[in-house]
C-alpha cells in the first residue's frame, strides 16, 4: 500500500508557494463542507420538489435478467520530438463480470483498435486523433455482442469531435485514415478498423437501438450538465454531484430528453454526398436522446446515463439496463461500471508504452545510419527537458 509523504509531494515548489497553498486548505475544506452539510440539512426538501420525477428500480424491474454486458473506452497520446511526434491511439473493448447463470464469459480477451504513427508538427493532429479514437470506440462498441454495452462520454461525443475533425486539411495520414480505415494486412481473422461510412453506420445502429435485446448506453465519468438542478433552483451545483446526495439506492429521475446548449445541429460536418443521408439520419436521432440519474447503492455514486428513446420509453429495456449497471457496481474504489472501468486501466497504458516504442525504433535506425548517431539522438529526443510528456 502506498504511503503518503507530504515532504516529497511539496519538494519542488517554492517554500512561499507551499505556505501560501496551506494557508488555503482550511478555507477550501470549509467551502466543501458547508455544502455537503446544507444538501443534507434540505435533503427531504429536495426531495419533494423531485417527487414527480424520481422513481425506484422496482417500478421496472420485475425479474432480474442477468444481462451480459460490456465497456469502451479510448485514449491517444503524443512523443513530441525535436524533429517529429510519435503518435498513439487505440481504443479498447472490454467484457464485464460474467453474470451468475452464465458459465463462461463470451469474451474470452478484450478486443482492441491501435494506430502508432510518426508525424510532421502540426496543430491539427490532437484534434484527428481525438476523432478517431472515438471513431475506434463506436465500432467496437457496435460489435460487441452483449445486451449492455458501456461506452466513456457523451453519445454527442463522436458528432462534437467530427465538427471539428473534418474542416482540418492535415495530417494526410491521420486524415486518410480515419476516412478509409485501417489497410494493413493482418495474419489473423481480427476486426479491422473501417472508415468513416461504418463509423457513421455504427453510430446510427447505437442511436437507432432496434434490437430489444441490446443496447449501447453512454456513462461519462465526469459531466457538468445540471439540468435537473435547474429545475429546482439549485444553479451551483452538477446534476451528478447533487444527486449521488439526494437519491436513495435503487432510485432514478424519470428519463428526459438531453437538454440542447444550443438551437443548431449536431452534426454539421463537410460529409461526402454519399453520407449525407446517413448524416441526417443521425441528427433525427440526435435530437432523441434521453438522459437518466440512477443510483444503484448506498456508497455508488449517481450514474448519468444517455441512451436511445428506443431504451427510454421501454420499461423492459430499462429494467435490463438497471439490472446490468447492478451487477457492475459496488466494488470499493470503483466509481463506475466495470467493464468500462477495466478498458480505462487497459488504454491509459498507452502512454507508457510509447516510448518503448520509440526506443526500439531508434535502435532500428542506428543499425542503418552510416552518419553520427548524434543526430539521431538529437533529432529523436523530446522537445522538452524530462522527456515524454
Known sequence: METYDPESSFSDLPQAMVEEMLSDYKGLSSKVSDDITNLQKDKDKFRDELKGRMRHESDVIKVQSFPTTAGTDGSNCYDKLLATDFVAIAAVAVEGLTPPKMMEPIW???????????????????????????SMEMQLAALAPHNVIFIDGSLLTLSISYNIALNKKSPEKLIDFLINGDKKEYSDDRAKFQGIKHTLECYKEILAAKRTDRMVVAAPKY???????????????????????ILKPG????????????????????????LKSVADDIE?????????????????????????????????????????????????????????????????????ALPVIKGISMNQMVEKWEGSTSDINVSMHSYRTGGFR
Open 108 to 134: 474470452k480477451k478484450p478486443r482492441h483498435f491501435v494506430k502508432v504513427e510518426s508525424l510532421p508538427h502540426d496543430e491539427n493532429t490532437a484534434v484527428l486523433s481525438q476523432a478517431i479514437m472515438f
Open 223 to 245: 459531466t457538468v450538465k445540471n439540468d435537473v438542478c435547474k429545475s429546482i433552483g439549485k444553479e451551483g451545483f452538477d446534476d451528478r454531484g447533487f444527486l449521488s446526495v
Open 251 to 274: 432510485e432514478f429521475i424519470e428519463p428526459f430528453e438531453f437538454e440542447r446548449d444550443h438551437p443548431g445541429k449536431f452534426l454539421i460536418a463537410s460529409l461526402h454526398d454519399e
Open 284 to 352: 433525427k436521432l440526435l435530437r432523441e436522446i434521453h438522459v437518466t440519474y440512477y443510483k444503484p447503492k448506498e456508497h455508488f455514486p449517481a450514474i448519468r446515463l444517455e441512451m436511445s428513446s428506443a431504451v427510454a420509453k421501454n420499461k423492459e429495456r430499462l429494467a435490463m439496463l438497471f439490472d446490468a449497471v447492478k451487477l457492475q457496481t459496488g466494488y470499493p474504489g470503483i466509481m463506475e461500471p466495470y467493464p468500462t472501468y477495466l478498458a480505462d486501466r487497459m488504454v491509459k497504458h498507452l502512454s507508457k
